[in-house]
């Protein structure tokens, strides 16, 4: 079988399961929307330090972090969820707590090639619960789900798109391996984000990489969204969400600036100050959202050169 021929296939298979996770996106079972409520014991902010939390874990046991994005949908999905009591584990933290490690424990449980027993995870938070408390815990997110616990993230969206693109952009390495460590880490700091997690994870996936491109040259940038429309028919095309995705993640990134590069050279959230009061909380987007008419700023003044290309019929 000749190379061209055998490249010609990969990307066959990478299409369909990108449309596969498109798809699937839309559909009600795996979509979120907007649960807290004013009067929740539990907020937006208490989600984000039980994420940095789920990093920390994964971190310490060198799992895949895509397991905590995995666990966080499920989680996000499940609270979306007409007839699940969504205020008996948003009024009580430790309830809420106990159902993010079930998400997580049934997340490394699925994806990781070793035995992960509920005790262990249970041991973690200190004799607070038990083994048989994370297991219940797991039943009623698997059966709250129907048992689809396989939602697509948008980490995942993002590697299968830069799939198809970079092999026909005339990069070198350098930058290819720049572009893929930056779109990787703009997706792990949207997991964090609760206003973020209520959008589709396709357009999370295409802000990302396209926050990343415009840290390159403008003849870079041209080359993989040329490359990219040719697969582009299944997106929603919302530029409106794509803008705001955009300048959320641009926020997250800046208010992130205080986290290190590991001695790898990849750059990936180091938790470890988590409870430091030394580090500032980050605002939310939600919050600045209202207090700063989020969504109509970016969509009116910050249409860049890369978002008109990507929408060639785009009018401001």
């Not at 310490?60 to 584990?89: E, T, W, Y």
């Not at 403008?218 to 040719?230: K, M, N, P, Q, W």
Request: charged share 25%.
């Amino acid at each position: 079988m000749s190379l061209n021929c055998t490249t010609l296939l990969q990307d066959v298979a990478v299409i369909d399961s990108l449309r596969v996770m498109v798809q699937k996106e839309k559909t009600k079972i795996y979509r979120s929307s907007d649960y807290f409520v004013v009067g929740d014991q539990v907020t937006d902010s208490d989600r984000k330090k039980m994420v940095d939390w789920c990093y920390n874990i994964v971190d310490n046991c060198h799992f895949d972090r895509g397991n905590v994005a995995m666990a966080m949908q499920m989680i996000d999905r499940l609270l979306s969820k007409p007839g699940f009591p969504v205020r008996d584990f948003l009024n009580d933290r430790t309830e809420y707590q106990l159902l993010v490690m079930a998400a997580l424990y049934t997340a490394i449980k699925v994806n990781e090639r070793v035995e992960f027993e509920s005790g262990l995870i249970a041991s973690i938070a200190n004799g607070l619960y038990g083994a048989k408390d994370i297991e219940t815990a797991e039943l009623a997110i698997l059966k709250g789900l129907g048992w689809r616990i396989y939602g697509p993230t948008s980490s995942q969206i993002a590697h299968h798109i830069l799939l198809l693109i970079l092999p026909k952009a005339n990069l070198d390495k350098s930058t290819i391996g720049y572009i893929l460590i930056e779109t990787q880490f703009q997706t792990e700091c949207a997991v964090r984000d609760y206003f973020l997690s209520t959008k589709l994870p396709s357009t999370v996936a295409l802000a990302a990489i396209l926050n990343a491109l415009d840290q390159v040259d403008s003849g870079v940038c041209r080359d993989i969204l040329f490359a990219f429309v040719t697969h582009n028919e299944y997106f929603e095309r919302s530029l409106s969400d794509l803008l705001v995705a955009r300048a959320g993640l641009a926020y997250i990134v800046e208010y992130l600036s205080f986290y290190e590069w590991s001695n790898d050279s990849n750059r990936t959230l180091d938790v470890g100050f988590v409870g430091d009061p030394s580090v500032p909380e980050m605002p939310s987007l939600a919050n600045r959202r209202a207090e700063e008419r989020f969504d109509d700023d970016i969509t009116i003044n910050n249409v860049s050169p890369c978002d008109v290309a990507f929408w060639p019929g785009y009018n401001r």
